[in-house]
Structures are given as structure tokens and as C-alpha cells.
């Protein structure tokens, strides 16, 4: 995600929202960010043209078989009780993450990261995201993510980058 927006007001809007988030070191502290910069008024354009390349250093690279999947899921709960969700509302999405784990053969990572985000969240603040910001975020999410069918097959049932899914023989 970038921001669409003017360098001052850009920087206006990171101080507004507090920056990121020291625990989100790695995966999903732009979703974060933005979720923040929502809630206080601000609006986060998409822009799928745009690509931002990272220099990637190989030994310090996470690989979907060592932690990065472990961080995709524990960040992303964290970040649902840092905005206000329930354990039950959340309680789908992690069905989803054991699912993809168990298909692309990182079910452990899957399984240890739910205690570690219960155990981040013990440590924070929650509040919940105003309703203009839940209706901004609805409205956007289908926009450009699609049904949940299309959703199950491309974000649940998809293999992870690099990585084939388990199938049945």
C-alpha cells in the first residue's frame, strides 16, 4: 500500500497515526499503519500499478518454511485485537491461515503463532476503528479483493509464493 498523497501531508499523516508499530518488525506494519491513518480521517488510495522492490539480503531473508509465515499470521491477529475484533470474529481468518498452513506444509508455524499474538496483545491498547473507518474499509476490501468465494480460492486455497500446495494423489 502507498500513500497517495503530497511529502507534508504524507508526513503529517505518518506522525498522526504514531509510524509503525515496533512489534510489526516484519509483515503487515504497512496494513497496520494505514488501518491507524484511517481511523483519524486520513484516506489510503490503491494503487496496484505501483511496485516497490526491497533489497533482499540472503541471509537475512525470512523463507516461508523457516518464520515468514509464522509472522503473516501472528502479525495479522495482533493487528484484529489492536483495531477493536473479537477472538470470534477473528476465529474464521485463523481457520483460513491453518488451512493454507496445513496445504503448504507450515501448519506448526500456523499453530505457534496464535499464543504469540495473544501474548502481543496483552501488551497493547485496543480500540476499536470508528465506524466511518469500518465502512471506508468494507466498501474498499470488496472493491478489490473480490467475493469471499474468490477470496477462499485465491487468498486460502493458493499456494504460498515459491511454494506448491499439498494435493491428494
Not at 498523497?5 to 516484519?26: C, E, I, T
Request: hydrophobic share 40%; glycine share 8%.
Amino acid at each position: 500500500m502507498g500513500l497517495s498523497v503530497q511529502p507534508v501531508a504524507a508526513r503529517r499523516a505518518w506522525l498522526d497515526a504514531g509510524g509503525y508499530d515496533d512489534v510489526l518488525f516484519f509483515c503487515w506494519e504497512e496494513y497496520d499503519f494505514c488501518l491507524r491513518a484511517i481511523d483519524r480521517g486520513w484516506r489510503v488510495r490503491y494503487r496496484g500499478d505501483i511496485v516497490i522492490r526491497h533489497k533482499v539480503s540472503r541471509e537475512r531473508r525470512f523463507s516461508w518454511s523457516g518464520t515468514r509465515w509464522f509472522y503473516f499470521v501472528r502479525n495479522r491477529l495482533y493487528i484484529g485485537r489492536k483495531s477493536g475484533e473479537s477472538w470470534a470474529t477473528l476465529a474464521p481468518r485463523y481457520a483460513g491461515y491453518v488451512i493454507k498452513g496445513v496445504r503448504n506444509g507450515v501448519a506448526w508455524q500456523t499453530f505457534r503463532a496464535l499464543p504469540a499474538a495473544l501474548r502481543l496483545t496483552r501488551r497493547v491498547h485496543m480500540r476499536s476503528l470508528t465506524s466511518q473507518a469500518r465502512d471506508y474499509l468494507r466498501r474498499n476490501d470488496r472493491a478489490h479483493r473480490g467475493s469471499v468465494f474468490s477470496r477462499l480460492r485465491s487468498e486460502v486455497l493458493a499456494a504460498l509464493p515459491g511454494r506448491r500446495t499439498l494435493t491428494r494423489a
